[in-house]
């Protein structure tokens, strides 16, 4: 019984390191400055989860629908950062 005791502890405070670092916040969306390249970026908030390409702008999405950080780049630099449910 010790040991599940354990685990779950275990489990619970992986659960926690990984869903409380969210880069997907107020602090980290505050560093996106107008300009930026998009490695910048992606050092910032990391890989996104989505991008669009059209006309020479690249649109991407760090999120989901309630909450996300989305950025649209033209030659690579930021021209548009919006954030939503941050």
């Given at each position: 019984m010790k040991q599940i005791a354990k685990l779950v502890v275990l489990i619970l405070v992986f659960g926690m390191l990984?869903?409380?670092c969210s880069k997907l916040n107020q602090e980290n969306y505050g560093?996106?400055?107008m300009g930026m390249?998009?490695?910048q970026v992606v050092d910032i908030i990391?890989?996104?989860d989505a991008c669009d390409e059209a006309l020479?702008?690249?649109k991407c999405v760090w999120g989901n629908?309630?909450?996300?950080i989305t950025i649209t780049f033209m030659g690579d630099q930021v021209i548009m950062p919006s954030m939503k449910g941050l």
């Open positions: 990984f869903w409380g560093k996106i400055e390249a998009y490695e990391g890989t996104p020479g702008a690249k629908a309630e909450k996300n």
